[in-house]
């Protein structure tokens, strides 16, 4: 890396990106305001419709492009040594981005792009400047995919406080109170246990169907099914644990579904371990859920990676031709979901070990009665 002063990126994370774009013959990256921006430059600004990227070239040598309205904040976080290109609103902004190009040995080039650049915005760029642009979303996944041991124990904190919480939400959980209260009470949880607040889901009732329901404001009633979603955020990194618990009572029906989940996950922990095909993992879990009847209920993929955020790489699903790897750290929540019924999911982190695997959930997987 030849990067020549200025503050430095999270280096660790900075020479991963420049070896795999140097092993995927790639000039360089564009990444505009995300999440991706925040992990690897430590700082993120509003993305609105004008154009700015942080462009990190294969040598470890950067720059920045933007409006004039975010330059002086981007030069003070990169240092005065960094390049900061700035455009004015009356100007051609793909003007300024031509002249960078240039400057920096970019034209004629290939260049990845992050998940949250605009497609209207790539489109103009290409109208006007001879560069050749890819998809950039694996490359950043791919930089972050292996945890090391201090993200790991982050980790191990973010998944025994979301644990802890479960025995306190059971404690609280009652017909008569809304779902946004149980959420609510996640987040006081987590705060009271020197956790971030992450994120809240909770499916009561029929609303257990829906794998991503997106609302809150449904009374909890006697014989309800609640599907709990929920996961805090430790040092930045983030827990994600799944349960499903009965108010007042389970049929048996619901407890013949609730026992094939728990078969289900239980497989997909103990297939995902070193050196495992992903499609393989899916399978070992899949197979128990469609063996019983109830494939067609199972339509989600079985996990996702997790870290700095809640989904990023590895994908758990047969559709992803890869073999696990030590430090890979993914969910395995396989779930049955019959719309407007119920529904049921049962959640757990697994970090994958030298041997075998570590499972950062301890919380109870046996039926909850409340």
Not at 337 to 355: D, H, L, Q
């Given at each position: 890396m030849t990067n020549k002063g200025g503050r430095i990126l999270r280096k660790k994370y900075l020479n991963k990106l420049t070896d795999i774009l140097q092993k995927k013959n790639i000039d360089a990256i564009l990444i505009a305001p995300s999440e991706e921006m925040e992990f690897i430059m430590g700082h993120n600004t509003h993305l609105c419709e004008r154009f700015q990227a942080l462009i990190i070239k294969n040598d470890g040598n950067y720059f920045y492009i933007c409006n004039l309205l975010t330059a002086d904040e981007i030069q003070s976080v990169l240092g005065p040594e960094e390049k900061v290109y700035g455009w004015f609103d009356g100007d051609i902004f793909t003007n300024t981005v031509k002249k960078a190009f240039e400057e920096q040995g970019l034209t004629g080039k290939t260049i990845a792009v992050n998940s949250t650049e605009r497609a209207f915005i790539i489109l103009q760029l290409m109208e006007e400047i001879d560069v050749k642009f890819v998809n950039g979303k694996p490359v950043l996944e791919d930089m972050r995919m292996i945890k090391d041991e201090e993200e790991l124990n982050n980790l191990r904190i973010a998944a025994r406080i979301t644990d802890e919480s479960y025995e306190e939400l059971l404690n609280f959980i009652r017909p008569g109170?809304?779902?946004?209260?149980?959420?609510?009470?996640?987040?006081?949880?987590?705060?009271?246990?020197?956790?971030?607040?992450?994120?809240?889901?909770?499916?009561?009732?029929?609303?257990?169907?829906?794998?991503?329901?997106?609302?809150?404001?449904?009374?909890?009633?006697?014989?309800?099914?609640?599907?709990?979603?929920?996961?805090?955020?430790?040092?930045?990194?983030?827990?994600?644990?799944?349960?499903?618990?009965?108010?007042?009572?389970?049929?048996?029906e619901e407890r013949k579904v609730y026992e094939i989940v728990k078969a289900s996950q239980e497989a997909g922990e103990k297939a995902a371990v070193r050196g495992a095909y992903?499609?393989?993992?899916?399978?070992?879990?899949?197979?128990?859920?469609?063996?019983?009847?109830?494939?067609?209920?199972?339509?989600?993929?079985?996990?996702?990676?997790?870290?700095?955020?809640?989904?990023?790489?590895?994908?758990?699903?047969?559709?992803?031709?890869?073999?696990?790897?030590?430090?890979?750290?993914?969910?395995?929540?396989?779930?049955?979901?019959?719309?407007?019924?119920?529904?049921?999911?049962?959640?757990?982190?697994?970090?994958?070990?030298?041997?075998?695997?570590?499972?950062?959930?301890?919380?109870?997987?046996?039926?909850?009665?409340?």
């Open positions: 109170i809304k779902e946004a209260d149980i959420a609510r009470k996640m987040n006081e949880i987590f705060k009271e246990k020197g956790a971030d607040e992450g994120f809240t889901m909770v499916c009561s009732g029929p609303n257990s169907s829906y794998p991503h329901y997106n609302s809150d404001q449904r009374v909890i009633k006697e014989k309800d099914i609640i599907v709990l979603d929920w996961g805090c955020k430790y040092n930045n990194m983030c827990a994600d644990m799944s349960r499903t618990v009965f108010v007042g009572g389970i049929t048996e992903i499609p393989d993992v899916d399978k070992a879990a899949r197979d128990i859920i469609e063996k019983s009847g109830y494939g067609k209920y199972f339509f989600t993929r079985l996990g996702h990676g997790i870290g700095y955020s809640v989904h990023e790489a590895p994908d758990i699903k047969a559709s992803n031709p890869i073999y696990l790897e030590k430090g890979m750290v993914f969910s395995i929540e396989p779930g049955i979901y019959m719309a407007g019924k119920f529904g049921i999911r049962i959640e757990n982190i697994v970090a994958v070990a030298e041997t075998g695997n570590e499972i950062l959930n301890k919380a109870s997987k046996e039926i909850m009665i409340i």
